[in-house]
C-alpha cells in the first residue's frame, strides 16, 4: 500500500501561489471532474489536476476488487458495472459544512469560498466554510472541503421528484406546472408509460440536490465521517463509539490496508490479482465487522438513487426487478372524470401480477434453503406448505 | 463549538411575541391541539425537536411539495427523520436488576415537523368501545393477569365518538363503514367514512382471499391516505415506498399538511423548529409551569413563555421532560409515582409467508387490507370473545424496500446457512425470496400494561445537550406472549390459505427493545390523583396549567393503530381548555376548507427552497 495522508491537520495554512493555482485549475477542470471515477484506471484524472479525494487509487483498486467479489459479474451485471465505487467515495467525502456558500449545492465555487476564507454574511449561513467546526477557516477546512466538493455525494437527497417519471396529466395540467419541461418524444412512447393517460412533463430533478443538515445532523455525521473523538459533546454516550457504522473513514482506511496486508502475506500477490476462492480466504481472516460494512455499503451502492453515485444506469435495480422511484406517476393513476376510479399502468399494474410473470417460484437451491429457514428452531412454527398457489397468475 | 446552522426555524407568524398556549412537540397530539387552539383565537407557540421537511408549509394557497421523496436511502437507511442514537440515545433493560445499555433503537420515533404520522402507513382505526373498559370487562369474565395495571378509562367510547369523526374528517380517512370490506369488529359510528376506500395492492389481496377462505372478515384497511383529491390534497398514486417515506404529493393525510397546517394559516400560531426543549420551569409552590428552556439550532439556550404548556412530545420524551424539570424534587407530575410508568407498546407478532410469484411490495400503497378477527373481541368491539386471549388487529404488509430487506434478511448467520446448501448472497438478491416474494401479517398484539415497564432517566449516559437520556425499562408479560402463541397458527393458516410456499415468524428476542412506534402510557389518565399522572381531561393532577395531548394518557393500549386516539384525545384537550362547559359544541359540521382538485402543484415554494439557500416560508400569514 502507498503512504497516505489524508488529513493533514497540522499543515500550516498560507494561500500560496500554489494552492491558487491548483484553485484556478480546478476550476476550469470542473467539468472533466464531474464525470468522477469511472473504474480504476480512470481515477487518475482526478489525481492529474491535484485534487485530494478521500480514498486513493490505490484504494480504490482494492475496494472495486472487494466489492465484485461481494456481488460478482455473471451473466449478470455485479457491484463493479452498478458503480459501488463511486457510492462509498461520496459517502466517505462529505463534510458537514463544506457547502461554504450555502447554495445546497457542492461545487468549485465552495472550495473558493473555504480557501479565501469567505464567510457569508447571511444569517442563515453563518459558518459556511467552517467545516470542521472549530470556529476558523483554516487549512484543515481546506483539506476537508476539497474531497467534499469534488467526490461527496449527498447525505440526504433532495425531494420530492427525480424527474424520471412524468406528470400524470389528469391530475396536474400542464399549463399550470411552471417548473416542468417537455420531454423528448421516445421517452413519453416508453413501455412504463404506455397505454397511461399522462402528458409527456417531467418534473426538474430535485434528487440531485442535497438537503442541508441541522446542527444535531451534522454532529451526528461527523460522528460518522470521523469517529466520536472529532465530537467532543457526545463523551457521555457509548454508542457513538460502539455503532459499526461511525468513523468510517479510518475503518476503510485500515480495512482496505488489511485486506492488502493479508492478500500479500498470504498469497504474496495484490488482492485484485487474486482468484475468487483465494478472494474469500482473506475475506474470511479480515475483520468481520469491516466484511459486514463492505456488504451494507456493496447492497446501498448497488440499490441507491442514481444521485448518491451507485446503482449507475439503474443497473442494480434492473437486477433484482426494482423499478424505484416512480413519483409522481405512480402505479395506480387517479381518473378525475370517473369520481373514485384509478388508471392502471398496464406493464406494471397495481392490483396484480405483471402480464409476463409466471408461478415457477425459486431454484431449487433456494428452495432447499427456504425449506430449512422455515424449519429452523428460530422461527417455530414455520411451515412448508404442502399446495402454494399463486392468485392470477397461470400455472 | 459551531456548525453550520444555515437552517432558520420559523413558520407561521413570525410577528406574535405573548402566547396564550406552548406546545412542546408538533406531531399528531400537539398539532391536533394547536389546531383547536388557534382556530379559536387562542395565540400558540409550537417548539418542535426536529427540522421542517415541509418549507412553505405556512404559506397561504396550494400545499406545497416536500422534501420527501421514493428515497431509500434517504428515509430509511439514513433515517432522515428519525432521533440520530449518535447524539441522543435511549437505554434499555429488562428488569430493574439488569444494568441499563445504550441501545441504537429503543423505540424511537422521528423528530420532524408533524410528527411520526408523517412517515407511517397512517393507518387509522378508532379503538372500539370495550377498550375503554377493559379491567372491567376483564374482571366480569374472571382473567385476571397477576402483576398488570389494567385500568378502565376516565372517559367512554361514546364520549370520545364525536372526535373520532372530527380526526377522521380532518385528516381524510378512506375506508368502508358497513358491509363487505367493514371491520365488523369496530364500534359504532355517527357517520360514513369521508373518502371512498383504498384500491388494494396485489400482496394486500393475496392474503384477504386467505382470510375470506377460512371465514375471517378481512377489510379495507382505514387509512389517511387520499382516494380522491380532499382538502387541497392531491389523491395517492400508489407509488409504494410509503411507510418509513413522508409522501412526495402530501396524499397522507398526516398532521402536518391538516391539523398543523390549518393552525399556522389562521395567524395565530407560530411553530419553532430545531428548538429541543429542555426543561420545564416551575415556580417556587410547584403547582405552575411559568415557561420552557429550549436549545435552538445554535445550540444556545432560549426560554419562552405562556400562559399553560400542553406536552405533547410523545410519551418517552414527555416523561423525560418531566424527571429533567425538577431534578432537586419528586418530579412534575409525580405525587402520585406513576410518572413514568405502564409504558405499552403493542406486542407485534409477524409472520412472513414466501409466495412462488413476485408480489410486488414496490408498489401499492403501505396497508391497503387487514383483519381483526384475531383481537380477541366480539362484533362492534362489545365484548371480550370467549375462550380467545387478547390479540390485535393484523395488517396484510410486505416488503418494498430492497436495500433493508438484504440488510435484514441477509445477516452473517442467514448468509452462512444459505452458504450450506450452495446459495450465494447474489442469488439471493436477484431471486429475492426475502423481498419479492413476501407477504407479512403484522398483529399490533396489545400488551398488558405492568407498573414496572417504566421510563425514568439513565444514571450515566447523557445526550449531545449533556442532559440523562430516557432508560426504558420493559419485559413483556405472559398475557401478549400467550396470546401470540396461541394465534401464531391460526396466523400460519391464512398463509396458507391464501397460497404461500413457506410461512414462519420472525424471531422475538426479549434482550433487544422493542421498535412497534406504537408507544403508550407512562402518564396515565384517571380520575384518582393517586392512581394516575393526569386527569380525564389531559391535565396534570399536580400542576394547574399542564397538560399532555399524546400517547402518554392511554390507560390500556387496546389492539388497534393508536394515532387516531391520540388526535382524538387532543382535540378533546383543547377543545375542553377553550370551551370548558361543552367542549363538543367547538366541533363543526362544516366541510374541509378548501374541498376541491388539486390541479396546480405548488413549485414555487420547494423551488425558492433550493434557489435561495434557505428556509422559505418564514413569512407571517395572516
Same mark, same amino acid.
Given at each position: 500500500?502507498?503512504?497516505?495522508?489524508?488529513?493533514?491537520?497540522?499543515?500550516?495554512?498560507?494561500?500560496?501561489?500554489?494552492?491558487?493555482?491548483?484553485l484556478?485549475? %480546478?476550476g476550469?477542470?470542473?467539468t472533466?471532474? +464531474?464525470?468522477?471515477y469511472? !473504474? =480504476?484506471?480512470?481515477?487518475?484524472? &482526478?489525481? #492529474?489536476?491535484?485534487?485530494?479525494?478521500?480514498?486513493?487509487?490505490?484504494?480504490?483498486?482494492?475496494?472495486?476488487?472487494?466489492?465484485?467479489?461481494?456481488?460478482?459479474?455473471?451473466?449478470?451485471v455485479?457491484?463493479?458495472?452498478?458503480?459501488?465505487?463511486?457510492?462509498?467515495?461520496?459517502?466517505?467525502?462529505f463534510?458537514?459544512?463544506?457547502?461554504?456558500?450555502?447554495?445546497?449545492?457542492?461545487?468549485?465555487?465552495?472550495?473558493?469560498?473555504?480557501v479565501?476564507?469567505?464567510?457569508?454574511?447571511?444569517?442563515?449561513?453563518?459558518?459556511?466554510g467552517?467545516?470542521?467546526?472549530?470556529g476558523?477557516?483554516?487549512?484543515?477546512?481546506?483539506?476537508?472541503?476539497?474531497?467534499?466538493?469534488?467526490?461527496?455525494?449527498?447525505?440526504?437527497?433532495?425531494?420530492?421528484?427525480?424527474?424520471?417519471?412524468?406528470?400524470?396529466? %389528469?391530475?396536474?395540467?400542464?399549463?399550470?406546472? +411552471?417548473?416542468?419541461?417537455? !420531454? =423528448?418524444?421516445?421517452?413519453?412512447s &416508453?413501455? #412504463?408509460?404506455?397505454?397511461?393517460?399522462?402528458?409527456?412533463?417531467?418534473?426538474?430533478?430535485?434528487?440531485?440536490?442535497?438537503?442541508p443538515?441541522?446542527?444535531?445532523?451534522?454532529?451526528?455525521?461527523?460522528?460518522?465521517?470521523?469517529?466520536?473523538?472529532?465530537?467532543?459533546?457526545?463523551?457521555?454516550?457509548?454508542?457513538?463509539?460502539?455503532?459499526?457504522?461511525?468513523?468510517?473513514?479510518?475503518?476503510?482506511?485500515?480495512?482496505?490496508?488489511?485486506?492488502?496486508?493479508?492478500?500479500?502475506q498470504q498469497?504474496?500477490?495484490?488482492?485484485?490479482?487474486?482468484?475468487g476462492?483465494?478472494?474469500?480466504?482473506?475475506?474470511?481472516?479480515?475483520?468481520?465487522?469491516?466484511?459486514?460494512?463492505?456488504?451494507?455499503?456493496?447492497?446501498?451502492?448497488?440499490?441507491?438513487?442514481?444521485?448518491?453515485?451507485?446503482?449507475?444506469?439503474?443497473?442494480?435495480?434492473?437486477?433484482?426487478?426494482?423499478?424505484?422511484?416512480?413519483? =409522481?406517476?405512480?402505479?395506480?393513476?387517479?381518473?378525475?372524470?370517473?369520481?373514485?376510479?384509478?388508471?392502471?399502468?398496464?406493464?406494471?399494474?397495481?392490483?396484480g401480477?405483471?402480464?409476463?410473470?409466471?408461478?415457477?417460484?425459486?431454484?431449487?437451491?433456494?428452495?432447499?434453503?427456504?425449506?430449512?429457514?422455515?424449519?429452523?428452531?428460530?422461527?417455530?412454527?414455520?411451515?412448508?406448505?404442502?399446495?402454494p398457489?399463486?392468485?392470477?397468475?397461470?400455472? | 463549538?459551531?456548525?453550520?446552522?444555515?437552517i432558520?426555524?420559523?413558520?407561521?407568524?413570525?410577528?406574535?411575541?405573548?402566547?396564550?398556549?406552548?406546545?412542546?412537540?408538533?406531531?399528531?397530539?400537539?398539532?391536533?391541539?394547536?389546531?383547536?387552539?388557534?382556530?379559536?383565537?387562542?395565540?400558540?407557540?409550537?417548539?418542535?425537536?426536529?427540522?421542517?421537511?415541509?418549507?412553505?408549509?405556512?404559506?397561504?394557497?396550494?400545499?406545497?411539495?416536500?422534501?420527501?421523496?421514493?428515497?431509500?436511502?434517504?428515509?430509511?437507511?439514513?433515517?432522515?427523520?428519525?432521533?440520530?442514537?449518535?447524539v441522543?440515545?435511549?437505554t434499555?433493560?429488562?428488569?430493574?436488576?439488569?444494568?441499563?445499555r445504550?441501545?441504537?433503537?429503543?423505540?424511537?420515533?422521528?423528530?420532524?415537523?408533524?410528527?411520526a404520522?408523517?412517515?407511517?402507513?397512517?393507518?387509522?382505526?378508532?379503538?372500539?368501545?370495550?377498550?375503554?373498559r377493559?379491567?372491567?370487562?376483564?374482571?366480569?369474565?374472571?382473567?385476571?393477569?397477576?402483576?398488570?395495571?389494567?385500568?378502565?378509562w376516565?372517559?367512554?367510547?361514546?364520549?370520545?365518538?364525536?372526535?373520532?369523526?372530527?380526526?377522521?374528517r380532518l385528516?381524510?380517512?378512506?375506508?368502508?363503514?358497513?358491509?363487505?370490506?367493514?371491520?365488523?369488529?369496530q364500534?359504532?359510528?355517527?357517520?360514513?367514512?369521508?373518502?371512498?376506500?383504498?384500491?388494494?395492492?396485489?400482496?394486500?389481496?393475496?392474503?384477504?382471499?386467505?382470510?375470506?377462505?377460512l371465514?375471517?372478515h378481512?377489510?379495507?384497511?382505514?387509512?389517511?391516505?387520499?382516494?380522491?383529491?380532499?382538502?387541497?390534497?392531491?389523491?395517492?398514486?400508489?407509488?409504494?415506498?410509503?411507510?418509513?417515506?413522508?409522501?412526495?404529493?402530501?396524499?397522507?393525510?398526516?398532521?402536518?399538511?391538516?391539523?398543523?397546517?390549518?393552525?399556522?394559516?389562521?395567524?395565530?400560531?407560530?411553530?419553532?423548529y430545531?428548538?429541543?426543549?429542555?426543561?420545564?420551569?416551575?415556580?417556587?409552590?410547584?403547582?405552575?409551569?411559568?415557561?420552557?428552556?429550549?436549545?435552538?439550532?445554535?445550540?444556545?439556550?432560549q426560554?419562552?413563555?405562556?400562559?399553560?404548556?400542553?406536552?405533547?412530545?410523545?410519551?418517552?420524551?414527555?416523561?423525560?421532560?418531566c424527571?429533567?424539570?425538577?431534578?432537586?424534587?419528586?418530579?412534575?407530575?409525580?405525587?402520585?409515582?406513576?410518572?413514568g410508568?405502564?409504558?405499552?407498546?403493542?406486542f407485534?407478532?409477524?409472520?412472513?409467508?414466501?409466495?412462488?410469484?413476485?408480489?410486488?411490495?414496490?408498489?401499492?400503497?403501505?396497508?391497503?387490507?387487514?383483519?381483526?378477527?384475531?383481537?380477541?373481541?366480539?362484533?362492534?368491539?362489545?365484548?371480550?370473545?370467549?375462550?380467545?386471549?387478547?390479540?390485535?388487529?393484523?395488517?396484510?404488509?410486505?416488503?418494498?424496500?430492497?436495500?433493508?430487506?438484504?440488510?435484514?434478511?441477509?445477516?452473517?448467520?442467514?448468509?452462512?446457512?444459505?452458504?450450506v446448501?450452495?446459495?450465494?448472497?447474489?442469488?439471493?438478491?436477484?431471486?429475492?425470496?426475502?423481498?419479492?416474494?413476501?407477504?407479512?401479517?403484522?398483529?399490533?398484539?396489545?400488551?398488558?400494561?405492568?407498573?414496572?415497564?417504566?421510563?425514568?432517566?439513565d444514571?450515566?449516559?447523557?445526550?449531545?445537550?449533556?442532559?440523562?437520556?430516557?432508560?426504558?425499562?420493559?419485559?413483556?408479560?405472559?398475557?401478549?406472549?400467550?396470546?401470540?402463541?396461541?394465534?401464531?397458527?391460526k396466523?400460519?393458516?391464512?398463509?396458507?390459505?391464501?397460497?404461500?410456499?413457506?410461512?414462519?415468524?420472525?424471531?422475538?428476542?426479549?434482550?433487544?427493545?422493542?421498535?412497534?412506534?406504537?408507544i403508550?402510557?407512562?402518564?396515565?389518565?384517571?380520575?384518582?390523583?393517586?392512581?394516575?399522572?393526569?386527569?380525564?381531561?389531559?391535565?396534570?393532577?399536580?400542576?394547574?396549567?399542564?397538560?399532555?395531548v399524546?400517547?402518554?394518557?392511554?390507560?390500556?393500549?387496546?389492539?388497534?393503530?393508536?394515532?387516531?386516539?391520540?388526535?382524538?384525545?387532543?382535540?378533546?384537550?383543547?377543545?375542553?381548555i377553550?370551551?370548558?362547559?361543552?367542549?363538543?359544541?367547538?366541533?363543526s359540521?362544516?366541510?374541509?376548507q378548501?374541498?376541491?382538485?388539486?390541479?396546480?402543484?405548488?413549485v414555487?415554494?420547494?423551488?425558492?427552497?433550493?434557489?435561495?439557500?434557505?428556509?422559505f416560508?418564514?413569512?407571517?400569514?395572516?
Amino acid at each position: 500500500m502507498r503512504e497516505t495522508s489524508p488529513l493533514p491537520r497540522a499543515a500550516a495554512f498560507e494561500l500560496s501561489r500554489r494552492q491558487l493555482l491548483r484553485l484556478f485549475t %480546478v476550476g476550469a477542470g470542473a467539468t472533466a471532474l +464531474r464525470l468522477r471515477y469511472r !473504474a =480504476p484506471a480512470l481515477a487518475n484524472t &482526478s489525481r #492529474a489536476v491535484g485534487v485530494s479525494s478521500f480514498l486513493t487509487t490505490d484504494e480504490l483498486v482494492t475496494l472495486d476488487a472487494a466489492t465484485a467479489h461481494i456481488v460478482p459479474t455473471d451473466s449478470n451485471v455485479g457491484a463493479r458495472e452498478c458503480g459501488t465505487v463511486d457510492y462509498i467515495q461520496g459517502m466517505l467525502s462529505f463534510m458537514p459544512g463544506s457547502d461554504a456558500n450555502c447554495d445546497r449545492h457542492l461545487s468549485a465555487a465552495d472550495l473558493s469560498a473555504t480557501v479565501l476564507g469567505l464567510r457569508m454574511p447571511s444569517p442563515s449561513c453563518r459558518d459556511g466554510g467552517d467545516v470542521d467546526g472549530n470556529g476558523v477557516v483554516d487549512a484543515a477546512d481546506v483539506v476537508f472541503a476539497e474531497s467534499a466538493v469534488f467526490d461527496a455525494r449527498p447525505v440526504y437527497a433532495g425531494g420530492p421528484f427525480s424527474g424520471r417519471h412524468p406528470q400524470p396529466h %389528469v391530475l396536474e395540467p400542464s399549463r399550470n406546472c +411552471r417548473a416542468c419541461h417537455v !420531454a =423528448p418524444v421516445q421517452q413519453a412512447s &416508453s413501455a #412504463a408509460t404506455a397505454g397511461v393517460p399522462t402528458l409527456n412533463y417531467y418534473p426538474p430533478n430535485f434528487f440531485e440536490e442535497h438537503v442541508p443538515l441541522p446542527r444535531l445532523q451534522a454532529l451526528s455525521w461527523k460522528i460518522r465521517i470521523l469517529g466520536a473523538d472529532a465530537v467532543p459533546e457526545v463523551v457521555d454516550n457509548p454508542l457513538a463509539s460502539e455503532v459499526l457504522e461511525t468513523d468510517l473513514r479510518r475503518r476503510y482506511r485500515d480495512g482496505l490496508a488489511a485486506l492488502e496486508a493479508i492478500s500479500q502475506q498470504q498469497f504474496g500477490k495484490p488482492f485484485v490479482q487474486l482468484t475468487g476462492q483465494q478472494q474469500t480466504s482473506v475475506f474470511n481472516k479480515a475483520d468481520p465487522d469491516f466484511v459486514t460494512l463492505l456488504t451494507y455499503h456493496t447492497v446501498e451502492g448497488m440499490l441507491c438513487t442514481p444521485e448518491y453515485g451507485g446503482n449507475r444506469d439503474r443497473l442494480g435495480w434492473q437486477l433484482v426487478g426494482f423499478d424505484g422511484d416512480s413519483q =409522481p406517476l405512480g402505479y395506480a393513476i387517479y381518473d378525475e372524470s370517473v369520481p373514485g376510479s384509478y388508471h392502471e399502468r398496464p406493464d406494471r399494474p397495481n392490483f396484480g401480477p405483471n402480464p409476463d410473470e409466471d408461478c415457477a417460484g425459486f431454484s431449487r437451491n433456494i428452495d432447499n434453503f427456504l425449506t430449512i429457514v422455515s424449519q429452523a428452531g428460530l422461527t417455530q412454527p414455520g411451515r412448508r406448505f404442502s399446495n402454494p398457489y399463486c392468485l392470477d397468475v397461470p400455472k | 463549538m459551531s456548525l453550520p446552522s444555515n437552517i432558520l426555524g420559523v413558520l407561521g407568524n413570525t410577528d406574535l411575541d405573548r402566547f396564550d398556549a406552548l406546545i412542546i412537540g408538533s406531531g399528531a397530539g400537539g398539532s391536533a391541539a394547536a389546531h383547536v387552539l388557534a382556530a379559536t383565537g387562542q395565540k400558540v407557540l409550537v417548539l418542535e425537536a426536529g427540522d421542517n421537511h415541509f418549507p412553505g408549509l405556512d404559506h397561504p394557497g396550494m400545499i406545497p411539495w416536500p422534501l420527501y421523496s421514493n428515497d431509500e436511502i434517504k428515509m430509511t437507511i439514513r433515517r432522515f427523520d428519525f432521533q440520530d442514537p449518535l447524539v441522543e440515545p435511549r437505554t434499555f433493560r429488562q428488569t430493574e436488576r439488569d444494568v441499563a445499555r445504550a441501545h441504537p433503537d429503543v423505540n424511537n420515533l422521528t423528530r420532524n415537523v408533524g410528527g411520526a404520522a408523517v412517515i407511517s402507513s397512517v393507518s387509522y382505526p378508532r379503538f372500539t368501545a370495550i377498550d375503554f373498559r377493559m379491567a372491567s370487562a376483564l374482571q366480569d369474565a374472571g382473567r385476571s393477569y397477576p402483576g398488570t395495571s389494567f385500568a378502565d378509562w376516565p372517559l367512554s367510547y361514546d364520549e370520545l365518538e364525536p372526535f373520532y369523526a372530527e380526526t377522521e374528517r380532518l385528516s381524510g380517512i378512506a375506508g368502508i363503514a358497513e358491509g363487505e370490506g367493514a371491520d365488523p369488529f369496530q364500534s359504532s359510528r355517527s357517520g360514513p367514512f369521508p373518502l371512498p376506500p383504498q384500491p388494494e395492492m396485489y400482496a394486500g389481496r393475496v392474503l384477504a382471499n386467505g382470510a375470506t377462505q377460512l371465514g375471517y372478515h378481512p377489510f379495507n384497511y382505514l387509512s389517511a391516505v387520499n382516494t380522491r383529491p380532499y382538502d387541497g390534497r392531491s389523491p395517492c398514486v400508489s407509488c409504494g415506498l410509503c411507510t418509513n417515506y413522508g409522501c412526495a404529493r402530501n396524499a397522507k393525510g398526516s398532521p402536518a399538511v391538516t391539523t398543523l397546517r390549518k393552525a399556522l394559516l389562521t395567524g395565530n400560531c407560530q411553530l419553532r423548529y430545531n428548538a429541543h426543549v429542555s426543561r420545564l420551569m416551575l415556580d417556587s409552590a410547584r403547582r405552575h409551569i411559568v415557561g420552557v428552556e429550549y436549545i435552538d439550532n445554535d445550540g444556545q439556550t432560549q426560554t419562552a413563555t405562556a400562559e399553560y404548556v400542553i406536552l405533547a412530545a410523545s410519551p418517552i420524551e414527555s416523561v423525560r421532560l418531566c424527571f429533567l424539570s425538577d431534578p432537586d424534587g419528586p418530579s412534575i407530575g409525580n405525587s402520585s409515582g406513576h410518572l413514568g410508568r405502564h409504558m405499552m407498546f403493542h406486542f407485534q407478532t409477524i409472520g412472513v409467508g414466501i409466495f412462488k410469484q413476485r408480489l410486488h411490495g414496490e408498489r401499492g400503497r403501505s396497508i391497503t387490507n387487514g383483519m381483526a378477527d384475531l383481537r380477541g373481541i366480539t362484533e362492534g368491539g362489545a365484548a371480550l370473545r370467549q375462550d380467545w386471549p387478547l390479540g390485535g388487529v393484523i395488517e396484510f404488509g410486505t416488503s418494498s424496500e430492497p436495500i433493508t430487506a438484504a440488510r435484514e434478511s441477509l445477516q452473517p448467520q442467514a448468509l452462512a446457512f444459505a452458504h450450506v446448501v450452495g446459495v450465494s448472497f447474489k442469488q439471493l438478491l436477484v431471486e429475492s425470496p426475502f423481498h419479492a416474494h413476501i407477504a407479512v401479517m403484522i398483529m399490533h398484539g396489545e400488551d398488558a400494561p405492568q407498573p414496572t415497564n417504566r421510563v425514568d432517566l439513565d444514571p450515566t449516559v447523557r445526550d449531545v445537550f449533556g442532559l440523562p437520556v430516557p432508560r426504558l425499562t420493559y419485559k413483556n408479560h405472559a398475557f401478549e406472549l400467550d396470546a401470540s402463541t396461541f394465534y401464531k397458527p391460526k396466523m400460519l393458516d391464512v398463509l396458507e390459505a391464501a397460497g404461500a410456499a413457506y410461512g414462519f415468524f420472525d424471531p422475538f428476542d426479549p434482550s433487544v427493545p422493542p421498535t412497534s412506534r406504537h408507544i403508550m402510557g407512562g402518564l396515565r389518565m384517571g380520575s384518582d390523583p393517586h392512581e394516575s399522572v393526569c386527569d380525564a381531561w389531559g391535565r396534570f393532577h399536580d400542576v394547574d396549567n399542564l397538560y399532555c395531548v399524546d400517547g402518554g394518557l392511554f390507560v390500556t393500549g387496546s389492539g388497534y393503530n393508536p394515532t387516531t386516539t391520540i388526535i382524538a384525545l387532543g382535540l378533546r384537550t383543547a377543545a375542553a381548555i377553550v370551551s370548558p362547559a361543552g367542549p363538543e359544541r367547538l366541533l363543526s359540521a362544516a366541510p374541509p376548507q378548501s374541498l376541491g382538485i388539486h390541479t396546480r402543484p405548488h413549485v414555487s415554494a420547494i423551488r425558492e427552497y433550493y434557489r435561495r439557500g434557505r428556509p422559505f416560508g418564514t413569512r407571517a400569514a395572516h
